[in-house]
C-alpha cells in the first residue's frame, strides 16, 4: 500500500466569535475517508447544505470544505427547542502531494459531501520485486 | 452560544445530557458539534401546528419509521455504513451508522392523520397539525 496520507487540520475556533452580536457557529463536520487503489474518497456530513453553498478549496495540499447551512423556511412559528444552531460547516485537510489535483470531483446528496480525488500516477501501488543477488 | 429558552415539557434526562454536552462544548473551543443524540431536532411551535426538523444526512427515507400517538411523535431509523472493497481501507471513520430512535413530547396533542413528512438536504420535516379537540374553543353559555 502507498503511504497517501490525509492530516485533519482543526478549524482554530474563531476568538471574535459571539464577541458583539450572534455570529453563525461553525461546526466541523463529521467526516469519513477512504483510499482504494486509484483514490482517495472524502465523505462528509453536511446536513442542510445544498450543493450550490459549497466550497472546495485546494491550495498549497491543503483542501478546504466550506458549506453554508440554508436557513430553514419555519413561516411564522416560534422556535420552542433546539439542538442545532443554522450555521456554517468548514474543515481543512493536509493532502501529501501524490493527489491529482485537477482532476478532484465532489458531488452532494441528502446532505453528504462526496470529494473523489484521483492517485497521482507516481503514489499508485506498485509491485517492487526483489533480486536474489 | 447555547438556546436558553422554556423548555417545560422534555424530558430530564435529555436536559441532563444536553447541560452536558454544552459544558463539553464549552470547553472545547464548542466548533466541535458533540451531539450525544442522533439526529438532532429542534421544535418550532405554531399557532395550528409544530414544526420539527432533525439532522439525518444520507438517509435512506426507505429506512424511515415516523410514528405519532397522542403527543409524542417518534422517530426511527438506520444509517447504512459505506460499503468498502476489499482492497479499499478507510483512513478516518467519523460519521456515525446504524439504528437510531428518538421520541419527542410535544406540548399538547396532535392529528397523527395530518402529518407532513418531507426530506431534503439531509434534514427531515415534520409538520404535525395540533388535535382538533386540542385546540381552543370557544364556550358558549346557554341560558335556562
Known sequence: MSETNVESQQTAPDKEQGSVAHKRPTYTPRTDIYETPDHLVVVADMPGVDESSIDIQVERNVLSLIGEIKEEDVGSRQLGYAEYETGRYERQFTLSDEVNVTKIEASMNDGVLKIVLPKAEAAKPRKITVKGE | MFWTMNRRSWEPLQE?????????????????????????????????????????????????????????????????????????????????????????????????????????????????????????????????
Open chain 2, 16 to 144: 441532563i445530557r444536553r447541560l452536558q454536552r454544552e459544558l463539553n462544548d464549552a470547553f472545547d473551543g464548542a466548533t466541535h458539534r458533540n451531539n450525544t443524540e442522533f439526529p438532532a431536532v429542534n421544535v418550532y411551535n405554531g399557532t395550528e401546528d409544530y414544526l420539527l426538523t432533525a439532522e439525518i444526512p444520507g438517509l435512506d427515507p426507505e429506512k424511515l419509521d415516523v410514528t405519532v400517538l397522542g403527543d409524542t411523535v417518534t422517530i426511527k431509523g438506520a444509517r447504512a455504513a459505506l460499503e468498502l472493497a476489499e482492497n479499499e481501507s478507510y483512513h478516518r471513520r467519523e460519521r456515525g451508522v446504524g439504528q437510531f430512535v428518538r421520541s419527542f413530547k410535544l406540548p399538547r396533542r396532535v392529528d397523527g392523520e395530518k402529518v407532513e413528512a418531507i426530506y431534503s438536504r439531509g434534514i427531515l420535516r415534520l409538520t404535525l397539525s395540533r388535535s382538533p379537540e386540542d385546540q381552543p374553543r370557544r364556550i358558549t353559555l346557554s341560558g335556562k
